[in-house]
């Protein structure tokens, strides 16, 4: 609608074509690809610029054309140019008055002003004449006093009238001009309201006037416009029209073209379409015959298949009868099974209230068994404490029997010994030497020898070692008795030694501090002690273990530092007699199996000590657990016992006996000639009334017969079996002890 | 009748008025009972004398039953159409409206009469078309437009302004017009009062002043009019002011008593204006407010939040008002002051030119009919020189000759902003008119320049118009694409400044 300003539109495109390759890659640019491509648009600007030049001009064209073709618009801004000049000239028209009252209000306020001025000035110099003319007749009146004769008075009272009546005149005067211009101004008034009411009027009239104008001037352009953009219509219809029959003339020719070439294509497709038909009818046939054959073979097929059908119809029509039959069974099992289920789940609710019940009772039970196992189990207890206090009682009692059963044999050997001298001595002439047995020092029962603990054992040992250079031979002695296993007492203080030099860290620090003061020995004894403690190393038999751990330890795990030492040792260790060993083979005589190899301690080094210590005590762990019931169980060995009392019989060696024998017969023979008074078989029935006067005749007669025999006490253990448990031992022993010493006595007559 | 009464003794052009008038209130009868009589034929009318229609209407009917042929069940109206009528006949003493469905709504509201009690219908009815009723029913000639295109704020602005113009204060009852202020308040926002009746010692009513006019004696001095205090406070939403004490067609009976605006007056219309706070126009014009009185008005109304224009033509407003309102200028956002017809002369002039050169609300400044002479002009050119504001300027009838004249060319040729100057009436002379032309060849932006009666060469003013012809074709192409002449625009700003 506004070409000027699509035009500015235009232009400033076109400005910004122009300014658009400047923003882009610059010639001089340092970069060679930016370079290249500036070129290259450059060159590609080129035609570009031509064809904007004729761009240009065909905008040219287009402009002209635009004012050739737009009446319309040229129409537009010919009436709009009109309609404003209407408009204004229209205010102006209708303004005016306005301005021309404006200009007539100034000038009537400029001769306003005028005539006002004059009017005061008219004033002032009325009021100043009257002033004067007042001041005159005041002067007058003061003159008036003065005088006396009334004529005079009188005569200036009628001037002094005069005067005051031409000074109101004079005012009136003014008072009516005043009157005069009011009136002529009230008139004014009144036509300046008939000239406003004109201009009023006149007002109107101008605004109808224009607005009328302005009406039919507006309608009148706008039907100028109307028909500018009528014939501007009819032109562009025209022309749009011509141009469309043109292009239809051109669209129907084309569209003929196309039918044309379309009916040649249509009777070519036809043409192949036959040609396809024929052929495709000929296959169709051979088809069809195929397919017909394959139709019967077919049929025969669907015959037979029927008549498999109609078997297999029958067949299983007989055998959905069957299982019919059979479900009607299946269905009289199911209701049974049914019903066995529910009588089923009867019994087994009553069996779980049983097993309910049950279990409750066993509990109870349970719980009853356990309380009484319990009971049990403390009066078991109870027994064993009881058992323990009725062993020991026992032990004591057995220990009392037999020491008084000892005392009284050893009483009857002694008897029997003394005897013997005296026979020897007094009878016979002979020197008598009392006979040397083991058994005759021993006192108490032989299995009730008190084990020693490991200390005491250790300060034997020490001790030993304290007096082995003075007393080597008597300590040995009694070293032999302490340690009959395989080892000298000088091995174990060496060794024991060595452990305490090695192990002291088993020791408490206080304790060493303690130690400190004391002797070498008591130190040691201390150390050991402690050692031994922690070690858990109580009795004599923990300690052989431990010294035999450590020479069995040497043995095996070192024979190569013992071939260094000692090549001979390393030959046959069991059975090698030790070089330092030597000493001891004389004490050793008795028992040649305890000559073993004793190796050195010296040649345990230091360094394994530890690990020997930490085998033992892993072996020694073991075994320890068991140790204390075993310990518990109290196992007497009776086997010593017969031998001992057996050993005892035998005090009198066979020897004397026969010797006493032939003395007895001699003495007999002897007695015999003299008197035959004294029989000993009288006194048979009594043996204890017999040996009263049996003794005390041989008593009387010791002086005299000094062979008279006395029964040996060897002979007493050749009674009846022997009862060795306890009881009944003390009980028999008495009685039976004198019986054997009659027979044997008769024996001897006999004999 | 009160109007036709005072239109009996209006002059000429009332008459042409009345003749107009007449005229509308013909055509609104016809075209207010056009429509009628289709409606009647479907509804039975409400009121009485239409209820006696639709009985005769019935018998009719039930005498011709047997042979009308087109007879049918529609005819019958239906129970909505009778509750509606109800509804309609008692709406006064049970207003339901807004229970009802919108269709309904509308008929009801069609259907009701102008003459309800504003009490039942001014916060109840928004309805357009009900108050467009009630208004061509009560004046003849409404303008809409200048209600702001709405008919309930015309009738309830043009109710007000009635009551008040014929308010007699000690003799009318205040409360005829404080009882409207809570069902008006809502939508008056302009109020323009062109008459304020005096207290009287006989009461005749306002429209038997011009018959009887002749009788009353106005003794007394001192006649306060109707203090619009407690009304304006009532008034919410009051944007526009514009009072004119005086009293209308008073003809023959004038008494200068009449067109009194005492001091109490004007300090308690001062205290309104300033309380409130949403006036954006006051209009004071034709009062005969002297220096003091409008110094008053202006010092309440310094640093006024909303005021925009100050209207204080025709008065008699002399110096000292004149730079009281220049100090307005520059403790308000105001943006046309209106002076006209006043007795501002030169110094007035220049201490309103001090105030113009550094403001920056201003756009408009009427001085015409004054007396600022020469003197003043040159100060007023001299502010315009640097004011950026101000648009149109109206400086007609103020004795102003060839020294302005060569100022205010010097002002064409840099101000940008003017649009519009008035000179007329003024002895410019014919070099002041050279020279004028001169400083037009310059500007771009002056689009009215009034020179008329002020003594201007044909030639020069002719040459003028056509340099106003080419700046306003300018602005034409500006408006209607902005965008391309905004640049050169842009680009001549910084410049300005420096020149």
């Known amino acids: ?751 | 009748m009160q109007e036709t009464l005072a239109t009996s003794t209006l002059s000429v052009p009332s008459r042409s008025s009345i003749s107009t008038q007449d005229k509308f209130s013909t055509a609104g009868q016809t075209s207010s009972t056009g429509p009628r009589p289709p409606r009647h034929s479907i509804v039975p009318p409400p009121s009485k004398s239409k209820g006696w229609n639709s009985g005769t209407k019935f018998h009719q009917m039930r005498r011709t039953i047997a042979e009308d042929t087109e007879w049918s069940l529609a005819i019958v109206p239906l129970l909505t159409e009778l509750c509606i009528q109800h509804i309609v006949k008692n709406f006064q003493n049970n207003p339901l409206l807004k229970q009802l469905l919108p269709a309904h709504q509308q008929k009801v509201l069609n259907l009701l009469s102008p003459d309800l009690p504003l009490a039942v219908t001014a916060n109840l009815i928004d309805d357009e078309n009900y108050w467009r009723r009630c208004c061509t029913q009560r004046w003849p000639v409404c303008h809409v437009a200048k209600h702001g295109g709405s008919w309930k704020r015309l009738f309830f602005e043009r109710h007000l302004e009635n009551l008040i113009k014929h308010f007699i204060p000690g003799t009318t009852d205040p409360a005829v017009i404080l009882d409207l202020l809570p069902l008006c308040s809502n939508y008056v926002r302009r109020l323009r009062v062109d008459q304020f009746l005096p207290p009287v010692q006989l009461p005749p009513p306002p429209g038997e002043l011009s018959d009887s006019g002749s009788d009353v004696e106005l003794e007394e001095p001192a006649t306060d009019h109707y203090q619009l205090r407690d009304l304006v406070a009532g008034l919410s939403h009051l944007e526009e002011l514009d009072l004119v004490y005086g009293v209308k067609d008073c003809g023959m009976n004038f008494e200068w008593n009449l067109f009194l605006f005492t001091y109490r007056d004007c300090h308690s219309l001062a205290a309104t204006i300033k309380a409130c706070h949403t006036l954006k126009i006051f209009r004071l014009t034709r009062s005969k407010v002297d220096d003091d009185k409008a110094r008053i008005l202006i010092r309440s109304l310094l640093d006024h939040p909303a005021l925009e224009e100050l209207d204080l033509s025709h008065n008699l407003i002399g110096d000292r008002g004149a730079r009281a309102a220049a100090k307005l200028l520059s403790h308000s956002h105001l943006r046309v002051l209106d002076l006209a017809n006043n007795q501002v002369r030169a110094p007035g002039a220049q201490s309103l030119a001090h105030a113009l050169a550094h403001n920056t609300n201003l756009t408009s400044l009427n001085l015409r009919l004054n007396c600022i002479e020469d003197e003043g002009g040159q100060a007023l050119a001299h502010a315009l020189q640097t004011n950026r504001c101000l648009t149109t300027l109206h400086l007609g009838g103020n004795d102003l000759s060839e020294p302005t004249a060569t100022l205010l060319a010097q002002v064409l040729a840099v101000n940008t902003t003017l649009t519009s100057i008035n000179l007329s009436c003024n002895h410019i002379g014919l070099d002041g008119g050279k020279q004028l032309l001169e400083g037009m060849s310059d500007n771009k932006t002056l689009l009215e320049f009034d020179l008329r009666l002020s003594d201007v060469a044909q030639e020069s003013e002719y040459l003028i118009g056509q340099a106003l012809c080419a700046n306003r074709e300018a602005a034409r192409q500006r408006a209607l694409n902005p965008s391309h002449f905004m640049s050169p625009v842009m680009a001549k700003g910084p410049e300005n400044p420096a020149g």
């Open chain 1, 1 to 751: 609608m506004n070409p000027p300003g699509s035009l500015g539109v235009l232009e400033e495109k076109e400005e910004e074509h122009l300014s658009t390759p400047i923003l882009g890659p610059s010639i001089h640019s340092d970069n060679p690809q930016k370079r290249i491509q500036a070129r290259r648009l450059r060159i590609a600007a080129r035609p570009e610029g031509r064809r904007r030049e004729v761009l240009g001009e065909y905008l040219d064209g287009k402009k002209e054309s635009e004012e050739d073709r737009s009446k319309s618009y040229r129409q537009k801004e010919e009436s709009r140019l009109k309609l404003a000049k209407l408009l204004l000239c229209g205010t102006e028209l209708v303004t005016n008055i306005q301005v021309a009252t404006d200009i007539r209000e100034i000038h009537r306020r400029v001769e306003e002003e005028e005539i006002k001025r004059q009017r005061l000035e008219k004033l002032e110099s009325e009021v100043k004449t009257s002033q004067d003319k007042f001041d005159e007749i005041t002067a007058k009146w003061e003159e008036g006093k003065q005088k006396r004769i009334p004529q005079d008075l009188w005569d200036m009272l009628n001037t002094q009238q005069v005067h005051c009546a031409g000074l109101i005149e004079d005012k009136n005067k003014l008072i009516g001009e005043l009157q005069q211009e009011l009136k002529t101004k009230d008139d004014q008034y009144v036509k300046d309201l008939k000239k406003q009411s004109d201009d009023i009027c006149l007002l109107l009239e101008r605004m109808e006037e224009q607005v009328k104008n302005v009406m039919k001037t507006f309608r009148q352009e706008l039907n100028y416009i109307e028909k500018a953009f009528e014939v501007e219509r009819q032109e562009l219809l025209t022309s749009t029209k011509k141009k469309w029959e043109r292009a239809l003339q051109a669209h129907s020719a084309k569209e003929l073209e196309y039918l044309m070439n379309r009916i040649k294509k249509v009777e070519g497709y036809e043409k192949q379409l036959n040609k396809q038909r024929i052929w495709d009818w000929e296959d169709y046939n051979m088809i069809k015959i195929r397919l017909e054959q394959d139709v019967q073979v077919l049929e025969q097929q669907l015959q037979q298949m029927k008549a498999t059908y109609q078997l297999n119809q029958e067949k299983l029509e007989y055998n959905c009868q069957v299982l019919k039959k059979r479900d009607e069974e299946s269905t009289v099992i199911k209701s049974q099974q049914k019903r066995k289920i529910n009588r089923l789940h009867d019994t087994l609710n009553n069996l779980r209230s049983k097993y309910a019940q049950q279990i409750k009772q066993f509990q109870e039970e349970n719980q009853s068994l356990t309380s009484d196992y319990k009971r049990l189990v403390m009066q078991f207890k109870e027994l064993q404490k009881a058992m323990r206090h009725f062993a020991v009682v026992d032990d004591k009692q057995f220990r009392e029997i037999w020491l008084m059963n000892e005392e009284e044999a050893k009483d009857l050997m002694s008897r029997a010994l003394d005897v013997d001298r005296i026979i020897h001595t007094h009878h016979l002439g002979l020197p008598w030497t009392a006979p040397e047995f083991w058994f005759l020092r021993n006192v108490g029962p032989l299995s009730q020898q008190p084990q020693k603990s490991a200390t005491q054992i250790l300060e034997e040992v020490l001790m030993q070692a304290e007096e082995e250079g003075m007393e080597e031979t008597a300590s040995e002695a009694e070293s032999y008795l302490d340690l009959p296993k395989q080892i000298s007492a000088k091995t174990t203080r060496k060794i024991l030694m060595l452990l305490c030099d090695e192990s002291g860290f088993l020791i408490e620090s206080k304790l060493l501090s303690l130690l400190l003061p004391l002797e070498k020995n008591e130190c040691y004894l201390l150390r050991l002690d402690a050692i031994f403690s922690a070690l858990g190393i109580e009795s004599e038999d923990d300690l052989y273990k431990l010294v035999n751990f450590f020479l069995k330890y040497r043995i095996y795990h070192s024979p190569s530092s013992q071939e260094q030492t000692s090549p001979m040792s390393a030959l046959e260790p069991g059975e090698q007699t030790d070089l330092e060993g030597q000493e001891e083979e004389s004490l050793v005589e008795g028992k040649p199996e305890e000559k073993e190899a004793l190796p050195s301690p010296r040649l345990i080094h230091p360094n394994d000590v530890l690990k020997i210590l930490e085998a033992f005590v892993m072996g020694l762990k073991k075994p320890r657990n068991s140790r204390a019931p075993v310990k518990l169980k109290y196992v007497q060995d009776n086997s010593k016992d017969s031998e001992y009392w057996e050993a005892l019989t035998t005090v009198i060696p066979d020897t004397t006996q026969s010797l006493w024998d032939a003395l007895y017969t001699g003495l007999e023979k002897y007695q015999s000639t003299p008197n035959c008074k004294f029989h000993p078989r009288r006194c048979s029935g009594c043996p204890r009334s017999r040996a009263g006067p049996r003794r005390a005749a041989v008593l009387g007669w010791t002086p005299v017969r000094v062979l008279v025999p006395e029964p040996p006490p060897a002979r007493f253990a050749q009674g009846p079996a022997w009862d060795h448990s306890g009881f009944s031992r003390a009980a028999v022993i008495g009685p039976v002890e004198v019986r054997p010493l009659e027979r044997l006595l008769v024996s001897h007559r006999h004999d």
